[in-house]
């Protein structure tokens, strides 16, 4: 086959270039050329021309796992090499045996405005998510459109904060009785947090405590600990004005509250009845007493 080619590209050659001159023969020599490949057996193509680089990941695991908070930005990373401009980068997710496409390249496919693309310098096609939620979980499949296709797998899991809030006796609570002049003291636990970013908040009602100077004596401490965080707030000198519903919250992720009542001189049965239990103990105290002075006009006669 290769000598035949040979033989007519140099018969075709002559008798052109008589009639059609260095034009025609250029035109020719680009056809035969053609020919040339076509008429080639793969075996003879594969050793004739070059193979170039092949895509390939950075990552020596394609499956890798990913732990992220609800209510963070949470990336997800694919680096590939040797790209060329006929291999593109798309990102997938699963679910069960269905795939939805959410990017291809830098473009983003997905009606789910939480999702984008960034392009790193190092190779690295980023799939970005914010904020995260729990549905969230589950795999991501970055793939790569080579011969055959490279598939790199990050499966995502989210993890919901929780939240406690505790008294000095570190008893959880949704109700706390203090007398006035006494101090509050609350502990806001938070587990379930591989990465606390995010600020734990105090408020009383609207007001963050925090950051509150007019009120004076509120003292906020918060310890980072291995899965979370916990931050105790004292406020000293309780009054009436301080009762209120009081909320611990990590950012806008996760939230829990406490009632907190200020006795001024009163019991906590009488705060949770209030006028009318106050008076029906009024009332029961004057019957006693009636009854007493009946007692005693009987025996005296």
């Known amino acids: ?42 075996d003879e193509l594969t050793t004739s021309l070059p193979l170039g680089p092949r895509p390939f990941f950075e990552e020596p695991q394609r499956f890798v796992n990913l732990t992220a908070q609800a209510g963070a930005l949470v990336v997800l990373h694919c680096k590939v090499n040797d790209l060329t401009d006929r291999t593109s980068v798309s990102w997938l997710r699963r679910r069960g045996a269905r795939l939805d496409l959410v990017s291809v390249g830098l473009e983003v496919y997905s009606s789910d405005t939480r999702y984008s693309v960034h392009f790193d310098q190092l190779n690295d ?59 509050i003291e609350l502990k806001c636990v938070i587990s379930k947090v591989p990465q606390p970013t995010q600020f734990i908040i105090w408020n009383h009602g609207t ?15 918060t310890d980072i600990v291995s899965d979370g965080a916990k931050s105790r707030l004292f406020i000293a000198n309780a009054s009436p004005a301080d009762s209120g519903n009081y909320t611990c919250s990590l950012g806008e992720m996760a939230a829990t509250s406490i009632l907190v009542h200020v006795l001024n001189g009163e019991t906590p049965a009488a705060m949770q009845h209030g006028g009318s239990g106050r008076s029906r103990s009024v009332r029961l105290t004057h019957m006693i007493v009636q009854l007493g002075v009946s007692w005693l006009v009987i025996n005296v006669r």
Not at 11 to 25: L, R, S
Not at 152 to 180: A, W
Not at 210 to 215: A, K, P, Q, S, V
């Open 1 to 42: 086959m290769t000598l035949w080619l040979l033989v007519l590209s140099f018969g075709i050659h002559v008798h052109t270039a008589a009639k059609q001159g260095e034009d025609g023969t250029a035109r020719l020599d680009s056809l035969l050329n053609g020919l040339w490949v076509d008429g080639t057996s793969s």
């Open 207 to 221: 007001n963050i405590l925090n950051y509150d100077i007019t009120r004076g004596g509120i003292s906020v401490k």
């Open 125 to 183: 096609w980023q799939l970005h998510l914010k904020p995260a939620a729990e549905l969230d979980d589950g795999p991501y499949e970055c793939q790569v459109s080579s011969h055959p296709p490279l598939v790199h797998t990050v499966y995502l899991t989210i993890v919901v904060p929780e939240l406690e809030i505790l008294d000095e006796r570190g008893q959880p609570t949704k109700n706390k009785f203090y007398n006035s002049g006494s101090t």
